[in-house]
C-alpha cells in the first residue's frame, strides 16, 4: 500500500510539474507589448488601452519615453525592451513612430504597430513625412519654451490633439502633458525597423496633428496591414478598445509564427 501511494505522489508530481511547464510555455509564447506614447503626452496617454490587453493575458509595459531626443528615447526603450521575456510587439504614437523605427531593431521585437505615428526610412526625421501635404492646424498651437522644449497650448490640446474628448479631461491632459525638445525632430533614423519587421497602422481619419493623408502614404509605403478609425489624433484615449484591436491582431499574428 505505501509503495502504490508513493507511486501515486509521484505521478502527481510529474503531472503537476508538466502542467507547470506547459502553463509556463503558453505565456512565454504569448508575445508581450511595449508601447511608445507621442510628444506632448506622458506613459498615462494609454491607460485606457492597458486594461483591454491584460484581459486578454498580455503583458504590458509603457515606456517613460524623456522626450530629450531620438536617442535618448531610443535609449529608454531598448531597456525596456531588454527587460521582457520573449517576443515582442512594439507599439508606437505620433513621434513614437520615429522612436519604434529605430528601437524596433531590437532582436526582440516581432511586430510594429503605429498609432497615427511618423514611419521614417532610415536617414531622414520626423518633420519629412509631411512634406507636400496640407499644414494640419494643429501645429499652429505647437509653442516653445525658453528652454528649447515645445508644448502645445490648451486651445491646440481641446480643438486639435483630441478634438474628441471631454474638456474636463483635455484639462488634465493639458497639465500633464510632456514638452519634447525642439531638436528631436531634427534627429535622424539610422535604421527603418519596419523594412524587416511586420507592421500595422492605425490611421485617425479626424487627425488635426498629423494629416490623415501622411499617415495613409506612409502605412502604404512600409506595406502596414491599414486600419482607418474615425478618431482625433489621440484613438488611444477616445477608442481604446477599437486602438487594442489593432495590438491584439499584431500579437495574435505574432503568436501564431
Given at each position: 500500500?505505501?509503495?502504490?501511494k508513493?507511486?501515486?505522489?509521484?505521478?502527481?508530481?510529474?503531472?503537476?510539474?508538466?502542467?507547470?511547464?506547459?502553463?509556463?510555455?503558453?505565456?512565454?509564447?504569448?508575445?508581450?507589448?511595449?508601447?511608445?506614447?507621442g510628444?506632448?503626452?506622458?506613459?498615462?496617454?494609454?491607460?485606457?488601452?492597458?486594461?483591454?490587453?491584460?484581459?486578454?493575458?498580455?503583458?504590458?509595459?509603457?515606456v517613460?519615453?524623456?522626450?530629450?531626443?531620438?536617442?535618448d528615447d531610443?535609449?529608454?526603450?531598448?531597456?525596456?525592451?531588454?527587460?521582457?521575456?520573449?517576443?515582442v510587439?512594439?507599439?508606437?504614437?505620433?513621434?513614437?513612430?520615429?522612436?519604434?523605427?529605430?528601437?524596433?531593431?531590437h532582436?526582440?521585437?516581432?511586430?510594429?504597430?503605429?498609432?497615427?505615428?511618423?514611419?521614417?526610412?532610415?536617414?531622414?526625421?520626423?518633420?519629412?513625412?509631411g512634406?507636400?501635404?496640407?499644414?494640419?492646424?494643429?501645429?499652429?498651437?505647437?509653442?516653445?519654451?525658453?528652454?528649447?522644449?515645445?508644448?502645445?497650448?490648451?486651445?491646440?490640446?481641446?480643438?486639435?490633439?483630441?478634438?474628441?474628448?471631454?474638456?474636463?479631461q483635455?484639462?488634465?491632459?493639458?497639465?500633464?502633458?510632456?514638452?519634447?525638445?525642439?531638436?528631436?525632430?531634427?534627429?535622424?533614423?539610422?535604421?527603418?525597423?519596419?523594412?524587416?519587421?511586420?507592421s500595422w497602422?492605425?490611421?485617425?481619419?479626424?487627425?488635426?496633428?498629423?494629416?490623415?493623408?501622411?499617415?495613409?502614404?506612409?502605412?502604404?509605403?512600409?506595406?502596414?496591414?491599414?486600419?482607418?478609425?474615425?478618431?482625433?489624433?489621440?484613438?488611444?484615449?477616445?477608442?481604446?478598445?477599437?486602438?487594442?484591436?489593432?495590438?491584439?491582431?499584431?500579437?495574435?499574428?505574432?503568436?501564431?509564427?
Amino acid at each position: 500500500m505505501k509503495a502504490f501511494k508513493s507511486q501515486l505522489v509521484t505521478v502527481a508530481f510529474a503531472l503537476t510539474s508538466t502542467l507547470m511547464v506547459s502553463v509556463s510555455q503558453a505565456a512565454e509564447a504569448t508575445p508581450s507589448v511595449v508601447i511608445v506614447h507621442g510628444a506632448f503626452a506622458d506613459g498615462s496617454d494609454w491607460a485606457k488601452v492597458v486594461p483591454y490587453l491584460q484581459a486578454e493575458g498580455v503583458a504590458v509595459t509603457v515606456v517613460q519615453n524623456p522626450l530629450t531626443s531620438l536617442a535618448d528615447d531610443v535609449a529608454a526603450t531598448q531597456r525596456v525592451l531588454n527587460n521582457q521575456s520573449g517576443k515582442v510587439v512594439l507599439v508606437g504614437h505620433s513621434w513614437g513612430g520615429t522612436v519604434i523605427s529605430e528601437a524596433g531593431a531590437h532582436e526582440k521585437v516581432s511586430a510594429l504597430v503605429y498609432v497615427a505615428a511618423f514611419a521614417p526610412d532610415a536617414g531622414q526625421f520626423s518633420g519629412e513625412q509631411g512634406k507636400g501635404a496640407p499644414i494640419p492646424p494643429g501645429i499652429s498651437q505647437i509653442k516653445a519654451d525658453g528652454n528649447g522644449f515645445l508644448y502645445l497650448t490648451a486651445e491646440g490640446m481641446a480643438k486639435d490633439f483630441a478634438q474628441d474628448l471631454p474638456a474636463a479631461q483635455t484639462a488634465v491632459m493639458t497639465a500633464t502633458q510632456g514638452p519634447i525638445k525642439a531638436s528631436a525632430f531634427d534627429d535622424r533614423t539610422t535604421v527603418a525597423a519596419w523594412k524587416t519587421k511586420p507592421s500595422w497602422y492605425l490611421l485617425a481619419t479626424d487627425d488635426r496633428m498629423i494629416h490623415p493623408d501622411v499617415q495613409r502614404s506612409s502605412a502604404k509605403r512600409i506595406g502596414a496591414t491599414l486600419t482607418e478609425l474615425r478618431a482625433s489624433h489621440v484613438p488611444q484615449q477616445s477608442q481604446p478598445g477599437e486602438v487594442a484591436k489593432v495590438i491584439l491582431k499584431a500579437v495574435s499574428s505574432v503568436g501564431e509564427r
